[in-house]
């Protein structure tokens, strides 16, 4: 019986193979071999309405072949075939739709129709599915419902790991899944707070919260997805684990003004001085102007309450000014316009240097909150002020050295001691990711100790020594040391190139007894 099917279908009359396939099934719907036949010319009709753009016919021969209810895995080749012209269809007719609305409307249509449809999973074609309608509707209100009707979470292992295409890394699809799903939780948190269906929203938010705390557990490189958690437990109101989670990211993407932004919300309600110094941080990043507005509007608002309304001001007239260069449009955050109606805000003045120097006066609290914990003392032994590169040693006795004009404020100087964070790239060359001059007396720091002996000088040498030490050939002459003279002096950590080794060397001498 399938035989007829099968030759009808080879010699090109579908229509004739599916017509005596349906009449086949009538009279033996469970004849194995006849539904084979028969899917295989639904499959072929398939391409047909594919290459048609008949989504009617398309949709109807898919439907036929789902309600076979054949084996996925017995009919491997039949069904991830049927997904790869699933597949193309979403990629040439789904996702050119540029109208939100309809695009939805069309990815709903067809789920509707592949529900059941049965795949295997995981697998290449399953990937790339979830890939495909992952990116006809990652900007969609559906987004979430849409995921969770294809099984998004039924990745191949590749799917999770980082790769990369001619020299250039690739954001696992993974990654890319979790931060749109994040983004859509978010949005939704904001907007149906006043709905019915509040609860749950903040249910499928938390158990997404869980998901990425399980992906960041196995994929910690996973940058965005580590910031969209910390943005998640703000928007649930778990500002305590989001400030810890936040931390890290923090630390590492110091550069970027949105982190500090995040971290300045989260910090909003516990710390309200610290949060006004993040939003410094961020504004000393750079960034394109129009991309800072929010973070603007934010610290004016902190900086307002705080008590610092030119600071405010400042930061509203920037603001405002921006977008209406951009957009064409002021601003109408409610909370700004209350600002501006102030008395205080009415009396302040802008700033003429736009609170760079504010911001400058005002970075201590962000900067020892992310640092302070991973600083470590170091000595600055040589300065290059044309390169802008200091060279180091620190209590380790690591020695290298990094470029100094990114993040300091001021020019280092020889032999002054630092609190930094600095991290090996190669060899002796190192990163400065954040640093701040000491404030402890030499002495209390691990490069400078205090010395007393007597000095051993032979005269044909300018040089001399106390206890090993070296005592340089400038400060036996300012001093007028002579052999067995008694000294108190205060000794310097140094690095001798010749002997490849540490020692110390006498930095200053604080009195002298003659023999």
Same mark, same amino acid.
């Given at each position: 019986?399938?035989? /007829?099917?099968?030759?009808?279908?080879?010699?090109?009359?579908?229509?004739?193979?599916?017509?005596?396939?349906?009449?086949?099934? $009538?009279?033996?719907?469970?004849?194995?071999?006849?539904?084979?036949?028969?899917?295989? #010319?639904?499959?072929?009709?398939?391409?047909?309405?594919?290459?048609?753009?008949?989504?009617?016919?398309?949709?109807?021969?898919?439907?036929?072949?789902?309600?076979? &209810? +054949?084996?996925?895995?017995?009919?491997?080749?039949?069904?991830? @075939?049927?997904?790869?012209?699933?597949?193309?269809?979403?990629?040439?007719?789904? %996702?050119?739709?540029?109208?939100?609305?309809?695009?939805?409307?069309?990815?709903?249509?067809?789920?509707?129709?592949?529900?059941?449809?049965?795949?295997?999973?995981? @697998?290449?074609?399953?990937?790339?599915?979830?890939?495909?309608?992952?990116?006809?509707?990652?900007?969609?209100?559906?987004?979430?419902?849409?995921?969770?009707?294809?099984?998004?979470d039924?990745?191949?292992?590749?799917?999770?790991?980082?790769?990369?295409?001619?020299?250039?890394?690739?954001?696992?699809?993974? /990654?890319?899944? +979790?931060?749109?799903?994040?983004?859509?939780?978010?949005?939704?948190?904001?907007?149906?707070?006043?709905?019915?269906?509040?609860?749950?929203?903040?249910?499928?938010?938390?158990?997404?919260?869980?998901?990425?705390?399980?992906?960041?557990?196995?994929?910690?490189?996973?940058?965005?997805?580590?910031?969209?958690?910390?943005k998640?437990?703000?928007?649930?109101?778990?500002?305590t684990?989001?400030?810890?989670?936040?931390?890290?990211? #923090?630390?590492?993407?110091?550069?970027?003004?949105?982190?500090?932004?995040?971290?300045?919300?989260?910090?909003?309600?516990?710390?309200?001085?610290?949060?006004?110094? %993040?939003?410094?941080?961020?504004?000393?990043?750079?960034?394109?102007?129009?991309?800072?507005?929010?973070? *603007?509007?934010?610290?004016a608002?902190?900086?307002?309450? %705080?008590g610092?309304?030119?600071?405010c001001?400042?930061?509203?007239?920037?603001?405002?000014?921006?977008?209406?260069?951009?957009?064409?449009? =002021?601003?109408?955050?409610?909370?700004?316009? &209350?600002? #501006?109606?102030?008395?205080?805000?009415?009396?302040?003045?802008?700033?003429?240097?736009?609170?760079?120097?504010?911001?400058?006066? =005002?970075?201590?609290?962000a900067?020892?909150?992310?640092?302070?914990?991973?600083?470590?003392?170091?000595?600055?032994?040589?300065?290059?002020?044309?390169? =802008?590169?200091?060279?180091?040693?620190?209590?380790?006795?690591r020695?290298?050295?990094?470029r100094?004009?990114?993040?300091?404020?001021?020019?280092?100087?020889?032999?002054?001691?630092?609190?930094?964070?600095?991290?090996?790239?190669?060899?002796?060359?190192f990163?400065?990711?954040?640093?701040?001059?000491?404030?402890?007396?030499?002495?209390?720091?691990?490069?400078?100790?205090?010395?007393q002996?007597?000095?051993?000088?032979?005269? &044909?040498? *300018?040089?001399?020594?106390?206890?090993?030490?070296?005592?340089? $050939?400038?400060?036996?002459?300012?001093?007028?040391?002579?052999?067995?003279?008694?000294? &108190?002096?205060?000794?310097?950590?140094?690095?001798?190139?010749?002997?490849?080794?540490?020692?110390?060397?006498?930095?200053e001498?604080?009195?002298?007894?003659?023999?």
């Amino acid at each position: 019986m399938s035989t /007829e099917i099968t030759q009808l279908r080879k010699a090109g009359q579908f229509n004739g193979a599916y017509q005596l396939g349906q009449n086949k099934l $009538a009279t033996t719907p469970n004849d194995i071999w006849v539904k084979r036949a028969f899917s295989w #010319v639904c499959y072929d009709l398939l391409k047909l309405a594919k290459e048609a753009r008949d989504e009617e016919k398309l949709f109807g021969y898919i439907a036929d072949i789902r309600a076979l &209810e +054949l084996n996925a895995t017995q009919e491997k080749m039949l069904f991830d @075939s049927t997904w790869w012209i699933i597949i193309k269809w979403v990629k040439d007719n789904i %996702c050119p739709i540029e109208n939100a609305h309809d695009r939805s409307i069309a990815i709903n249509n067809l789920l509707a129709v592949v529900a059941d449809l049965p795949k295997n999973a995981p @697998s290449e074609v399953n990937s790339v599915f979830i890939k495909f309608i992952h990116t006809a509707s990652k900007d969609l209100a559906e987004y979430i419902a849409f995921m969770h009707r294809i099984d998004f979470d039924q990745l191949m292992p590749a799917d999770r790991l980082p790769s990369e295409y001619d020299g250039q890394p690739i954001i696992p699809l993974w /990654e890319q899944i +979790l931060n749109a799903y994040s983004k859509c939780a978010l949005r939704l948190l904001g907007t149906m707070r006043q709905s019915e269906e509040y609860d749950q929203v903040v249910e499928v938010a938390r158990d997404h919260v869980k998901r990425l705390q399980r992906a960041l557990t196995t994929n910690p490189e996973y940058k965005y997805t580590l910031y969209y958690l910390a943005k998640l437990l703000i928007a649930l109101g778990d500002k305590t684990a989001a400030i810890n989670r936040l931390m890290p990211f #923090v630390r590492r993407n110091n550069r970027d003004f949105w982190v500090w932004q995040t971290m300045a919300v989260a910090l909003k309600d516990s710390d309200l001085q610290t949060a006004m110094s %993040c939003c410094c941080k961020g504004l000393l990043c750079k960034a394109q102007e129009d991309k800072t507005v929010g973070l *603007r509007e934010t610290a004016a608002k902190f900086f307002a309450a %705080c008590g610092y309304w030119d600071a405010c001001k400042t930061e509203v007239t920037i603001a405002d000014n921006t977008r209406m260069k951009h957009w064409s449009k =002021h601003i109408n955050d409610q909370e700004i316009l &209350e600002l #501006v109606q102030h008395p205080e805000y009415k009396k302040a003045e802008v700033s003429s240097d736009n609170n760079r120097s504010f911001y400058a006066n =005002h970075l201590a609290a962000a900067e020892q909150m992310t640092y302070a914990d991973l600083a470590r003392p170091i000595l600055i032994t040589f300065v290059n002020k044309e390169k =802008h590169i200091a060279n180091f040693i620190d209590a380790d006795d690591r020695r290298g050295f990094f470029r100094y004009d990114k993040v300091l404020m001021e020019t280092p100087q020889t032999n002054e001691v630092y609190t930094a964070v600095i991290e090996r790239i190669a060899d002796e060359r190192f990163n400065l990711t954040w640093g701040k001059k000491s404030t402890d007396a030499p002495t209390d720091t691990p490069f400078f100790i205090k010395v007393q002996g007597f000095v051993k000088h032979i005269p &044909e040498n *300018r040089f001399a020594f106390v206890d090993n030490m070296f005592i340089s $050939a400038e400060l036996v002459k300012a001093n007028n040391l002579e052999d067995g003279d008694t000294i &108190e002096a205060i000794a310097i950590k140094s690095y001798d190139r010749k002997k490849n080794r540490f020692g110390w060397a006498i930095h200053e001498i604080t009195a002298c007894t003659k023999e």
